[in-house]
T-cell receptor
Framework: DQQVKQNSPSLSVQEGRISILNCDYT??????FLWYKKYPAEGPTFLIS?????DKNEDGRFTVFLNKSAKHLSLHIVPSQPGDSAVYFC???????????FGKGTLLTVNP | NAGVTQTPKFQVLKTGQSMTLQCAQD?????MSWYRQDPGMGLRLIHY???????DQGEVPNGYNVSRSTTEDFPLRLLSAAPSQTSVYFC????????????FGNGTRLTVT
């Protein structure tokens, strides 16, 4: 059973516009959520995180929104840049659990 | 600061062979873990360790062994390689493991024929 779902395998946006990547989760014990970015032939790199006590966290062009009642989070990138083209993974953990569960990823392509 | 270092970068094995994937971190992180990435499957946790001498199973542990004799090193052993273990393997570490972002190595691409 997939506990973290990224239902869009790919997303294409124009440079300068907003990119919105979505993630849904099913486990109500999850209380810490992260986004990672991955370029080909490299390991994932941490982008931004959010605790369940917040509903929004910003870091520069990146903002993560958390809707606990809907068990949904989203990553907004504004403005999108060609260098943002990568696979984005949503991940979650919780309940004093050391296991980080990842979604399957969304390939973002930002067109110049 | 090297971060998380994985060796080798590429490896080809025949079915039934054994090998060890090496992982070392120089950040004095207590928590280390191994993931595998397969097409359409995302990243799946194989084994993890919350400190030297302590290891536990993740989501897909069968066919793999780990040990953690030092804080820095967390090798992953394939006991008898199978084609289903063809994958890209990532080692990751974090300061505490809980509510602490993982730092990943650049991966080992393993092919089992």
């Amino acid at each position: 059973d997939q506990q973290v779902k990224q239902n869009s395998p790919s997303l294409s946006v124009q440079e300068g516009r907003i990119s919105i990547l979505n993630c849904d989760y099913t486990n109500s014990m999850f209380d810490y959520f992260l986004w990672y970015k991955k370029y080909p032939a490299e390991g994932p790199t941490f982008l931004i995180s959010i605790s369940s006590i917040k509903d929004k966290n910003e870091d520069g062009r990146f903002t993560v929104f958390l809707n606990k009642s809907a068990k949904h989070l989203s990553l907004h990138i504004v403005p999108s840049q060609p260098g943002d083209s990568a696979v984005y993974f949503c991940a979650a953990t919780g309940g004093s659990n050391y296991k980080l569960t990842f979604g399957k990823g969304t390939l973002l392509t930002v067109n110049p | 600061n090297a971060g998380v270092t994985q060796t080798p970068k590429f490896q080809v094995l025949k079915t039934g062979q054994s090998m060890t994937l090496q992982c070392a971190q120089d950040m004095n992180h207590e928590y280390m873990s191994w993931y595998r990435q397969d097409p359409g499957m995302g990243l799946r946790l194989i084994h993890y360790s919350v400190g030297a001498g302590i290891t536990d199973q993740g989501e897909v542990p069968n066919g793999y062994n780990v040990s953690r004799s030092t804080t820095e090193d967390f090798p992953l052993r394939l006991l008898s390689a199978a084609p289903s273990q063809t994958s890209v393997y990532f080692c990751a570490s974090s300061r505490t493991g809980y509510n602490s972002p993982l730092h990943f190595g650049n991966g080992t691409r393993l092919t089992v024929t």
